[in-house]
């Protein structure tokens, strides 16, 4: 073969090879090394051991592996919105089952405590202010989502499903009580607890104002409240109603368990956090009530304006039919009526008319019609 035609070849072959593998297409499948790094759910992973965090961040597989070696120590792994790829890795890791798996790939779950074999699931909803310059009829005051938190033996998962409710700062408050932390996987479910109730508390605080506002409006000289707003604002305070209200019942019966509750260092923490959910609630229930005499109060302000104008509308529709029938009786045009051929009957009609016009318009207004 001629070497010259073997080098005119060996570019066009050469030249795709280049163009594809730069592409990322090279022929066959490619083959991908096993990622041994966090996947990209993960939002931190670490050791703690007697209360206190080991350096790094490792893969929660070897995470886990060492933590189950020491016995004073476990493995705290928070997720955000994972995929079914990684929960199931996860799941595979740490014996959680598959209902456990499932149930933690979707968000909007009732706040409950559940017990599957040696692992508690606690299910919460979070809730979080969105700021906004005015309330309208299509403001959204509060974000809502949720977060589980599965507690085993040497481990504690959160995962986390929305915007609201991050939970770095409660890792962070946390690893600075170590004497709160050494108690183990439990005292992760406790700070989650406290700082879910601690946002329903400040998201209280924010729906307050806006409730004074729409109270001021309401009763104010020009009243610009409009009835879609105070609508809207009762949407978002159902919602919140629902996200905290529930969580209620599960907390006061996890308190009472004997068996597979928080320890009893931490049972008095756990105290505390029902005690201010149930301040929570309470401001959330009159906040309700109150949002309801609110609408009841503009529909009766409404009420009354209709029937001020009906009124109004009655009064001149009364003085326009004065000027229509004296129009009308004038209009017949029958041969014998009286004053037809008065020279100033045509003005005295109009006079007639006007003073019927007055009177009546002064009656109105005095009766106060006008």
């Not at 206190?52 to 476990?74: K, M, Q, T, W």
């Not at 229509?324 to 003005?347: C, D, K, Q, S």
Request: proline share 5%; net charge positive.
């Amino acid at each position: 073969m001629d070497r010259s035609a073997v080098r005119s070849r060996w570019p066009r072959r050469l030249l795709p090879a280049l163009l594809a593998r730069l592409r990322g297409h090279s022929e066959g499948p490619p083959v991908r090394t096993p990622r041994r790094s966090n996947p990209d759910a993960v939002v931190d992973c670490a050791v703690y051991v007697a209360g206190r965090r080991e350096l790094g961040r490792p893969h929660y597989a070897d995470a886990y592996a060492r933590a189950r070696r020491n016995r004073r120590s476990f493995v705290w792994l928070g997720l955000h919105e994972p995929g079914a790829a990684v929960m199931a890795a996860v799941g595979r890791t740490f014996g959680l089952d598959e209902l456990s798996v499932a149930q933690a790939l979707t968000d909007g779950h009732r706040p409950a405590v559940q017990r599957h074999g040696e692992v508690t699931l606690l299910v919460l909803r979070t809730a979080s202010y969105v700021e906004h310059a005015e309330l309208t009829d299509t403001s959204e005051v509060i974000d809502t989502g949720d977060v589980m938190v599965f507690l085993g033996d040497r481990f504690a998962i959160t995962v986390r499903h929305g915007a609201a409710g991050a939970l770095a700062p409660v890792r962070e408050d946390i690893q600075r009580r170590p004497g709160v932390l050494a108690e183990g996987p439990w005292a992760v479910g406790y700070a989650v607890c406290a700082r879910m109730v601690d946002l329903y508390l400040e998201v209280a605080g924010h729906v307050e104002n806006d409730l004074e506002r729409v109270e001021e409006s309401v009763f104010a000289r020009d009243r610009k409240a409009d009835i879609q707003q105070i609508y809207q604002l009762k949407r978002e305070v159902v919602e919140f109603k629902r996200a905290v209200l529930p969580w209620q019942a599960p907390l006061r019966a996890l308190l009472e368990q004997r068996t597979g509750g928080p320890p009893p260092a931490l049972h008095r923490w756990f105290v505390d956090v029902e005690g201010r959910l149930t301040r929570a609630v309470d401001r959330i229930g009159s906040y309700d009530e109150l949002l309801n005499s609110i609408l009841q109060s503009r529909l009766a302000q409404l009420a009354v304006e209709q029937n001020n104008d009906m009124r109004k509308i009655a009064a001149w529709a009364a003085i326009a039919a004065t000027q229509t029938a004296v129009a009308g009786i004038y209009g017949m045009n029958f041969a014998h009526m009286p004053e037809l051929g008065w020279r100033y009957g045509y003005a005295g009609a109009l006079l007639l008319m006007a003073l019927a016009a007055v009177t009546l318009h002064r009656l109105f207004r005095r009766s106060g019609w006008l």
